[in-house]
């Protein structure tokens, strides 16, 4: 079974146009320090060139430790508001358990947002990331996308502004690809497609179109072969979430838990290898672009 899905993607990316075409594209594991064994995943993905890229959450118990475990790839701050405690008693005065992603959304929307406690909180996490890394992110974005919403970009967009080289940001304005669905329209009209806009006005470095949105429950090995065939030239980056045999949290049970070992093992296996010398792409940067996929 395993074999005839495997040769049923890779064939689907070989018929793709695009196929034909070389193309690079970013592949970037999210949730470093939130699920333990997260670090030791992207490292060895890295290590095998299936991965380019890691994002990291500092609120958790697990960050310092897991920081020391990942090396060979980029890493960039995965801003989290929905999961977990504050690290800054500015916004743990306001939320003493961050508040899931349905209630910040509405929260946001309404423009009810304490802005200077986000603020503190984004200071914080940049600082705990600092202290464990040696240096600023390479790029930055945000646990299930809180970085568009109103009144958090402002705050991001303004604090990357102040440091001494200009990370990439991570565009959610143009989801691309099969298993996005809904989902995918959500995440551009939440904030996506604002955020697009404030980049490419402030030529910020930034992906061209984002791929990897599902719904956790498919299997990840065809669509894994349709996000291929839909990449760009360059400016696409796929993000992903493996952990071989993910853990629950430290704080919470791991809803997506099963998703991570799925994910793991097919970027690990032959599989994937066959798929990404089918669709003629190659694990590299996203960063390089300025502009948006429509200018």
């Known amino acids: 079974m395993v074999a005839s899905v495997v040769s049923f993607a890779s064939a689907a990316a070989a018929e793709s146009p695009a196929a034909k075409t070389p193309r690079v594209l970013a592949i970037c594991a999210d949730d470093i320090g939130l699920v333990a064994g997260a670090a030791d995943t992207a490292t060895a993905l890295g290590a095998a060139g299936r991965l380019t890229a890691a994002s990291c959450v500092t609120t958790g118990v697990l960050w310092p430790s897991e920081a020391k475990r990942i090396a060979g790839v980029e890493l960039g701050l995965h801003f989290n508001l929905t999961e977990g405690t504050p690290l800054s008693p500015d916004l743990a005065a306001h939320w003493p358990v961050l508040p899931g992603l349905a209630k910040l959304l509405v929260i946001a929307h309404l423009r009810r947002l304490p802005a200077a406690a986000i603020a503190a909180e984004w ?35 303004a604090g990357v502004a102040r440091w001494k ?22 995440i551009e009209a939440s904030g996506g497609r604002a955020l697009e806009r404030e980049l490419v006005a402030r030529g910020l470095r930034h992906n061209r179109v984002l791929l990897g ?3 956790f429950a498919a299997a990840y090995g065809p669509l894994v072969a349709a996000w291929l065939a839909a990449a760009p030239a360059e400016g696409g980056l796929l993000f992903c ?11 919470t049970d791991d809803a997506i838990a099963s998703a991570r070992g799925r994910e793991a093992a097919w970027l690990a296996g032959d599989g994937f290898a ?10 590299g940067s996203a960063w390089a672009l300025r502009s948006s996929s429509g200018d």
Request: hydrophobic share 40%; proline share 9%; aromatic share 4%.
């Open 241 to 251: 979430h493996p952990c071989h045999a993910a853990p629950a949290k430290a704080s």
């Open 123 to 157: 200071q914080a996490q940049v600082d705990a990331f600092c202290r464990a890394i040696g240096r600023e992110p390479d790029f930055v974005d945000g646990h299930q996308h809180v970085h568009h919403l109103p009144g958090v970009r402002e705050v991001v967009i």
């Open 274 to 283: 066959e798929q990404l010398a089918a669709a003629n792409v190659t694990p």
């Open 165 to 186: 080289r200009m990370p990439a940001l991570r565009n959610t304005g143009h989801v691309v690809g099969p298993g996005a669905g809904l989902k995918g329209r959500v």
């Open 213 to 215: 949105a599902y719904g």
